[in-house]
């Protein structure tokens, strides 16, 4: 998954109030750390930086600055991506929490 596709996947769970560039950024390191591989944070804090930066520029742009200084969430109001963004993401949520709500019905051995 890329860089991208990770800011707006977290960005899509912040909701309304939005997050902090520094949040998104170390959310975006730890899911691309592995056992083998550990990228640079201070690349993908700049990365991340920029990329909101230059998303949020104009009223159809997919992210928006929420007004406090560093933070940023999606553009629900202007942006009909933005909007079939979350209901997608809402959809799968929904479908997660059905799959985890099913009963456990194996038997207990220690009992």
């Known amino acids: 998954m890329s860089y991208d596709k990770q800011i707006l996947m977290i960005l899509t769970e912040a909701g309304e109030r939005g997050v902090s560039v520094q949040t998104i950024a170390k959310h975006v390191y730890n899911m691309n750390c592995t056992f083998f591989f550990q990228p640079d944070y201070e690349e993908i804090r700049s990365y991340v930086q920029q ?7 104009s009223s159809q742009s997919l992210i928006e600055s929420t007004g406090r200084r560093g933070y940023y969430r999606l553009n ?11 209901l997608q993401f ?8 059905e799959e985890k709500s099913q009963q456990d019905l194996s038997l207990n051995l220690f009992d």
């Open 76 to 86: 629900t109001t202007g942006s009909a991506d933005a909007q079939q963004m979350l």
């Open 51 to 57: 990329y909101l930066l230059r998303n949020s520029k």
């Open 90 to 97: 809402r959809e799968e949520h929904e479908e997660k929490e």
